[in-house]
């Protein structure tokens, strides 16, 4: 069957995760409390929204989400909450977008991006993490009709809902939505529970298992090839 969307993480997807490590290099080691912190949060969220507490209230938004992270990098960093919100939002949502100027797309993607949309195919982009500024700086800005983070689902990936209201918001049910992205765990399973159909991106430094995807890719042309294939 045809799609009529495609959606795409972009972190790790739409470009080389070492391309971003390389140059957070020098501000990761100055930040390593922090980021410590921050990456067992993230843990501890996926964790949360399994519960039936989380489910039957989950933040309303990015603001009651980053609160509630916030809160949580507080408790394991010893410091007061409002402490710990200066410091994710200077990093992560500031810092880390702008550092962008200096990475590059995996060769093909704006031409691959470009194929879909003249084909009549809505695009998507949907991050863990805000994306219009990184996107902005890649060059790609402009070529997708809806730009989302998960977080404002009150959801990180691999809970479906992220990807059920990309879907909604496109225009599309979440059958007809492909999703690509460079993680079997958050981006696979996460169409996977959402019912959409996924591409795995398979980068140098990913992993073996595309957990399932229904197409597997190295060059982004050969994902637009197998993409306008489709009966």
């Known amino acids: 069957m045809a799609f009529r969307a495609i959606g795409f993480d972009i ?8 391309r971003l490590n390389l140059a957070l290099a020098g501000l990761a080691v100055r930040n390593y409390r922090c980021l410590k912190a921050f990456g067992r949060v993230r843990h501890e969220l996926r964790e949360l929204a399994r519960t039936p507490e989380y489910r039957a209230a989950p933040p309303a938004g990015i603001e009651e989400f980053h609160r509630l ?6 408790r394991r960093m010893g410091i007061d909450e ?9 990093f992560f949502y500031r810092v880390v977008p702008e550092s962008f100027d200096r990475i590059r797309t995996f060769p093909g993607v704006r ?3 470009l194929r879909l949309k003249a084909a009549g195919l809505r695009l998507g982009a949907l991050s863990d993490f805000p994306g219009e500024r990184k996107l902005e700086l890649l060059g790609l800005d402009g070529l997708f009709d809806v730009v989302m983070t998960s977080e404002e689902t ?15 918001r496109l225009g599309v049910e979440s059958r007809d939505l492909l999703y690509v992205g460079n993680s079997a765990a958050y981006d696979v399973a996460g169409a996977k529970a959402a019912g959409a159909p996924s591409a795995y991106v398979r980068t140098l430094l990913g ?4 957990g399932g995807a229904d197409f597997s890719f190295r060059r982004y042309p050969d994902l637009a090839d197998w993409i306008l294939s489709r009966p």
């Open 11 to 18: 972190d790790g997807t739409l470009y080389p995760s070492w």
């Open 82 to 90: 409002e402490q710990a919100l200066r410091r994710i939002e200077r």
């Open 69 to 74: 992270q916030a809160g949580l990098v507080a």
């Open 111 to 113: 031409e691959t991006l």
């Open 207 to 210: 992993g073996r298992k595309d």
């Open 154 to 168: 009150g959801y990180l990936k691999p809970e479906p809902e992220p990807i059920r209201i990309l879907a909604g």
